[in-house]
């Protein structure tokens, strides 16, 4: 009996938290960004805007500055998790540069669906310090 009610209790809890646990489940990373099959200037915006995303998930609420302030320690663990982010970054830059959109310089997207979301990550990360 216990068993049947941890059954339904899961399911139901699942259920109810989808909009925050579904998702951060479903939720795409850099890693998942296959840069040769980015075929047009939407899907440059969209992986671009992916890896911004991915690069604030992992900063949290720091900035250049309170990332400065941290140990050695807690400072290489975050270098950790964001180098492979910046070397993703790296090859999507080289391989959308064909379409005329980098990192710094996506103008060229305006008219994609995922435009306005690279522009206020891109401008919450420069709020944060980081280019």
Do not use: W
Request: glycine share 4%.
């Amino acid at each position: 009996m216990k068993k049947i009610f941890l059954f339904i209790f899961l399911g139901l809890f699942l259920n109810s938290c989808n909009s925050y646990l579904g998702k951060k489940l479903s939720k795409k990373s850099a890693d998942d960004i296959k840069v040769e099959k980015l075929k047009d200037e939407c899907d440059c915006i969209e992986a671009l805007d992916i890896i911004a995303a991915d690069f604030l998930d992992v900063v949290g609420n720091n900035d250049k500055k309170s990332i400065r302030a941290m140990s050695d320690e807690k400072v290489e663990k975050l270098e950790k998790k964001v180098e492979p982010i910046y070397k993703k970054m790296d090859e999507v830059n080289e391989h959308c540069r064909k379409f005329g959109i980098t990192y710094k310089r996506f103008t060229n997207g305006q008219k994609c669906s995922s435009y306005k979301d690279l522009k206020k990550n891109k401008e919450q990360l420069k709020q944060k310090g980081f280019k």
